[in-house]
């Protein structure tokens, strides 16, 4: 017989193993749910949160999070969030922080150990070295008893009454508990140091939110040539090719001085098909909308987005301070810059 026989038969999943994956599932959530209700009971009458914090608050260095196997996962988490929230952090392998990464580490860091157990090798091997560096040291475990809690500055409890695996033993529960308490001490900092939209956006440049805060409209603004406008004498023919021209499907009208008296689009256009027999005769300052839409080329472009939504229009001009014309934005120029 081939090892590929020995393999065993996978089970049918039928409607009797759909409902037992369900109730698995339902008490897993309900198991972690339970444990970070009971974390949150707990620190009602724990100050170790808040000591940390104020720790991790005046540290004059970063914070660097360590742990090894699913604590390890969880502390890269915990490391990259802090980042992102205005608390400098990293996460250091603990094994190869004993192979020279520790160097990486200095008195003014502060240092967040985690184990479940407080009794992780490869921890305890480095950790005597970072508490001679004089460095803050905060512990995450779930024995307060542990080596790791004895040593550290400040222990934080993330102990469970159980974990949400049937056989108790792979950390489920309990990761689950000591990524909330990471949360929470990013939310707590994140409040304490007045980190607002703009700082995570700064820390985000590729992702959505940083684009939506970061782009002005003289970032996506169309310039120059490239800005359709012609005069408020001009025959609707000529208005027409310059629309063609540029592409926008409107042309500003301005006066003498580069000021928007109006615009006119294709679909004022469409309107007027059947009203004007003669195309020729009709002067375009005749039939634009006047007092048009504008916006200022150092406003966020997620503005112009609002205006443009709350008027129903997908094309806007851009005006400097003194009201010229510097500019001209369509909805498809934001769609490219994916601030929509």
Same mark, same amino acid.
Not at 80 to 91: E, M
Not at 92 to 108: I, K, S
Not at 235 to 242: F, G, S
């Given at each position: 017989?081939?090892?590929? +026989? ?13 409902? /037992? ?197 003289? +970032? ?14 001009? /025959? ?19 006066? +003498? ?12 256009? /469409? ?70």
């Amino acid at each position: 017989m081939s090892v590929t +026989d020995e393999k065993p038969m996978l089970k049918a999943f039928d409607n009797k193993t759909a409902e /037992r994956a369900l109730q698995l599932a339902r008490e897993t959530l309900q198991i972690e749910g339970d444990a970070i209700a009971a974390l949150h009971a707990r620190l009602a009458t724990d100050d170790s949160v808040g000591k940390a914090v104020a720790m991790l608050l005046n540290c004059k260095g970063r914070v660097v999070v360590s742990g090894i196997g699913k604590s390890g996962h969880i502390a890269r988490k915990i490391a990259a969030t802090l980042a992102s929230t205005g608390t400098p952090a990293l996460f250091v392998h603990p094994a190869e922080a004993a192979h020279g990464d520790l160097g990486m580490v200095t008195a003014d860091d502060a240092f967040i150990a985690i184990s479940y157990s407080g009794e992780s090798s490869e921890l305890m091997a480095i950790l005597p070295v970072v508490k001679r560096m004089g460095g803050t040291l905060i512990s995450m475990t779930g024995k307060p008893g542990s080596s790791l809690a004895q040593l550290a500055d400040v222990h934080l409890d993330v102990s469970v009454d159980k974990e949400a695996c049937p056989l108790n033993l792979a950390p489920t529960a309990s990761t689950t508990v000591t990524l909330a308490l990471g949360d929470a001490l990013a939310v707590a900092l994140l409040d304490l140091r007045g980190f607002k939209e703009e700082d995570f956006a700064r820390s985000h440049p590729g992702g959505a939110l940083g684009r939506r805060l970061l782009t002005h409209v003289r +970032d996506v603004m169309r310039t120059g040539d490239a800005v359709p406008a012609v005069k408020a004498d001009t /025959r609707l023919p000529d208005a027409l090719l310059e629309i063609t021209q540029k592409g926008m499907g409107m042309t500003a009208i301005v006066d +003498d001085d580069g000021k928007p008296l109006g615009v006119f689009t294709d679909g004022d256009l /469409r309107r007027m098909i059947e009203k004007v027999q003669d195309f020729g005769k009709v002067v375009i300052g005749d039939v634009m909308h006047a007092n048009p839409r504008s916006i200022s080329p150092d406003k966020l472009a997620v503005d112009a987005v609002a205006i443009m939504e709350q008027f129903r229009i997908n094309q806007m001009l851009v005006t400097d301070h003194e009201g010229k014309l510097v500019g001209a934005l369509h909805i498809h120029d934001l769609t490219r810059a994916k601030v929509i």
